[in-house]
Each structure stands twice: as structure tokens, then as C-alpha cells.
Nanobody, 128 residues
Framework: QVHLLDSGGGLVQAGGSLRLSCAAS????????MAWFRQTPGKEREFVAA????????YYADSVKGRFTISRDNAVNTAYLQMNSLKPEDTAVYSC?????????????????????WGQGTQVTVSS
């Protein structure tokens, strides 16, 4: 089992920044590709960004490219999502996810149903 704990959400004005954290416990963190997804009421869960187990490769949704940065620190079993230049349309519940040794692109294109491990989610609200 992998346990994921999201944190760092909040209310921010458009153009502002937030950093989300995902603390992992259980299995060996450095064996897992990590990703962030987001969801708004009535909509499908949307892929945001992913980073492979070594941190050497990342993959982003077009809607966040150039504004968001995913990273990880395997020494402290934590993944991060730095979100800059936030827009009202970024408002959502953000959840981290883990999957064993897949490419970052696979996390982005495969169905979210293929992912077994999820954080509980953290609310991000961007005001205009």
C-alpha cells in the first residue's frame, strides 16, 4: 500500500502562486511515478502533471505548461506542484496519484481508473 497525503491548497488571487505537497508513506517512494490531477464538480478528473520515479522526466497538460512545475524529493518521500500565474479556471480539487514505474506520459494519457493510489485532495480556489 502507498498512502498519499495532499496539502497546500487555499484561496489565491488570479496571477498568484501556490505550492502543493504530496507526502507518501508505505512502499518505496522512489519506485513510483507521481502525478497531479484535478477535478471540478460535474466534470471528469483531469490530468495536470506527472514525474517519473527518478525525477528525470516530466509531462504536463497543455493547459498548465509553462505555469506549473512538478518536482519530487525522494529523500523526504514528497512530490510537489508549484503553480504560478494562476487563473480562475485552475480552481479545482487537486489530488496526487502514484503508479508503479510507468512513464510520465502514461500517467497523462491512460485512464485515471488505472491508478490505484490517490491522495485525499486539496482545494485550490483562484479568484478573479
Amino acid at each position: 500500500q502507498v498512502h498519499l497525503l495532499d496539502s497546500g491548497g487555499g484561496l489565491v488571487q488570479a496571477g498568484g502562486s501556490l505550492r502543493l505537497s504530496c507526502a507518501a508513506s508505505g512502499r518505496t517512494f522512489s519506485d513510483y511515478t507521481m502525478a497531479w490531477f484535478r477535478q471540478t464538480p460535474g466534470k471528469e478528473r483531469e490530468f495536470v502533471a506527472a514525474i517519473i520515479w527518478s525525477g528525470d522526466s516530466t509531462y504536463y497538460a497543455d493547459s498548465v505548461k509553462g505555469r506549473f512545475t512538478i518536482s519530487r524529493d525522494n529523500a523526504v518521500n514528497t512530490a510537489y506542484l508549484q503553480m504560478n500565474s494562476l487563473k480562475p479556471e485552475d480552481t479545482a480539487v487537486y489530488s496526487c496519484a502514484a503508479r508503479y514505474r510507468v512513464t510520465a506520459q502514461t500517467m497523462g494519457v491512460a485512464s485515471s481508473r488505472t491508478i490505484r493510489y490517490w491522495g485525499q485532495g486539496t482545494q485550490v480556489t483562484v479568484s478573479s
